[in-house]
């Protein structure tokens, strides 16, 4: 037999691990020490005040947490800003533009786009050394309920604000993607399986094809990227910008630090991106389940990838799955569709009892559509994890978090763990098996409208994290009816203990002026025309059911 190769280093230092064989032959890319020591001589020469580091984001890191010019205290902290689930082009986002018919304008950013962008540039302005990066957490595109085309002119807008002149963020842009923007992973690792394939020679063994990336990523410069989005934002503001792909976790940690942050986007966390796993346990149940992340991926990718974020590509079909899922929030609209889909049974069988089956597929579908419904996690508006979320999220950070981490060789003490998907904000923390102290949770919520009133429930936070790898959770909104609910606030911690960065931005961020103000007023005015637009586009489906 010949000997397969381990994964080149030269063609992607991202490292992947393998499913079955973890050959110790393929070490983590790692810079030499006449690399690092070069390097220190020219941050020195530039930067006398800095001292070399290399985390995560190879940045160099000012010797202290703060240093007084003047009379004001200057933060140096912030290292990454952590955004999801902005839904770029879906007809509900906020992010998204849209005309009194509920229809996309891609040509110009929405007010709430806007104003975020303006509360960002006002929070990093005063931060000396380098820009902090942007972690895009999922979901950002809208792959599966809009155009390819849509999506990406909104994200064009998105750059424009950021990136095009006086940029806020560092040219190097993190994405995780989710569940809707998944086909941007797929063709991630299909590239990536090229290269590897390209520099393999001809009389060895292929491995089989990767389902994720290492968690800690060992140096951003030489990673794996996204074509489309790199070009997207090469297009609109420079051809330095770049969008770095990992998948599905991101681990990020500083040098001397015993924190550890960890990145997913959140669809893990629910049974139902989980369902050809389950179908597999039920039909092959003496087949040992899968325990790690790769496992996960592998059995359920293709059904993520079509279902949750290919349909979109669709032509017009792809255009009515988009309106079915519109039409979801409303439950005569759901009882239409399940009985419009229950007939289909009366077009098959004999043509005498046709009639007859078509009438029990309505008797049987609706009552099952309204139960698959009330399990989808956004869909629970009563709290922000129903029990179902609560035990997916203890599994998911029990097995595979663990897991990822133990075989990346970092502890399993002091760990943060962000995630969206929800669209519930909220900060908690939970003791749990195979972590030596509780783990901080931290979901970021999401952009979109769901339903034709608020919920309070539903909203977005804007996820810090300092140069310690320690969060800091700006909860952005949560919706209501009242206008005068809609305040910026800064979320005391899940273990009670503010960071440094949390006490900075007590002292500095005066919420209740603008641009914070004009945000809150923008967003409150926003859901509720969201609010107002969506029976019409309810309409506009019941118009195509019979």
């Known amino acids: 037999m010949r000997k397969a190769l381990g994964l080149p280093q030269a063609s992607n230092a991202l490292m992947f691990w393998h499913q079955r064989t973890r050959s110790r032959s393929r070490k983590r890319h790692n810079r030499s020490d006449t690399h690092l020591k070069l390097r220190a001589l020219i941050s020195a020469s530039r930067h006398p005040e800095v001292t070399p ?28 800003v952590c955004l999801s689930d902005l839904h770029f082009g879906a007809e509900n986002s906020l992010l998204s533009r849209v005309d009194d018919n509920a229809r996309v304008d891609s040509d110009n950013p929405s007010a709430a786009l806007t104003a975020l962008v303006d509360c960002l540039r006002a929070l990093l302005q005063d931060q000396t050394g380098p820009r902090p990066t942007l972690i895009l957490n999922g979901d ?9 085309n849509i999506a990406a002119m909104v994200f064009d807008r998105f750059v424009d604000l950021a990136f095009s002149q006086d940029a806020i963020f560092d040219p190097t842009v993190l994405y995780i993607p989710g569940n809707h923007d998944h086909h941007i992973w797929e063709t991630a690792r299909e590239r990536m399986y090229a290269d590897y394939v390209s520099t393999t020679p001809p009389d060895t063994d292929l491995r089989v094809p990767w ?8 140096d951003m410069h030489h990673s794996s990227e996204s074509e489309l989005l790199s070009a997207l934002m090469k297009r609109r503001a420079g051809s330095d910008l770049k969008v770095v792909i990992v998948y599905p976790n991101l681990g990020l940690e500083a040098p ?29 149940p003496r087949q040992p ?21 290919s349909l979109g590509r669709s032509g017009s079909a792809g255009e009515d799955v988009g309106v079915i899922y519109d039409m979801l929030v409303d439950p005569h ?62 599994e998911y ?20 763990f962000l995630f969206g998907h929800t669209h519930k904000p909220f900060e908690c923390a939970q003791t749990l098996p195979n972590f030596s102290t509780p783990v901080e949770i931290f979901n970021s919520g999401g952009w979109v409208v769901d339903k034709e009133k608020p919920e309070p429930l539903h909203g977005a936070s804007v996820l810090l994290v300092d140069d310690n790898s320690q969060v800091s959770a700006l909860r952005m909104f949560n919706q209501s009816p009242n206008p005068a609910d809609y305040k910026v606030a800064l979320q005391p911690r899940p273990n009670g203990q503010p960071t440094e960065l949390d006490e900075w931005i007590a002292r500095h961020c ?37």
Not at 54 to 72: A, C, E, L, Q
């Open 140 to 148: 950002v595109l809208e792959l599966a309920l809009a155009q390819d």
């Open 256 to 284: 001397g630090s015993e924190h550890i942050a960890v990145v997913h986007h959140g669809h893990f966390t629910e049974p139902l991106y989980r369902v050809m796993s389950e179908g597999k346990s039920q039909l092959f």
């Open 510 to 546: 005066d919420f209740s002026k603008a641009p914070w103000s004009e945000f809150s007023k923008t967003v409150a005015s926003e859901v509720n025309l969201r609010c107002q637009l969506l029976p019409k586009i309810i309409d506009r489906g019941m118009r195509y059911t019979r």
């Open 289 to 309: 389940p899968g325990l790690d992340v790769w496992d996960w991926e592998a059995d359920n990718f293709a059904w993520i990838d079509f279902f949750w974020s």
């Open 333 to 394: 609209a759901v009882e239409t569709l399940a009985g419009e889909f229950g007939a289909l049974a009366g077009r098959f069988g004999p043509s005498a009892i046709r009639p007859l089956l078509g009438h029990a597929g309505r008797l049987v579908a609706r009552p099952v559509a309204k139960s698959a419904l009330k399990k989808v996690e956004r869909m629970n508006p009563s709290a922000v994890l129903s029990d179902s979320a609560k035990k997916g999220l203890r």
């Open 53 to 80: 580091r290399t985390n995560w984001f190879h940045w160099p890191m000012v010797r202290g947490r703060r240093r007084r010019i003047g009379s004001i205290a200057w933060i140096m902290g912030i290292e990454a």
């Open 397 to 416: 950070l029990c097995g595979p978090i663990a897991r990822q981490l133990k075989r990346e060789k970092r502890p399993t003490s002091a760990v943060s």
């Open 211 to 218: 389902h994720a990336t290492n968690m800690f990523v060992p």
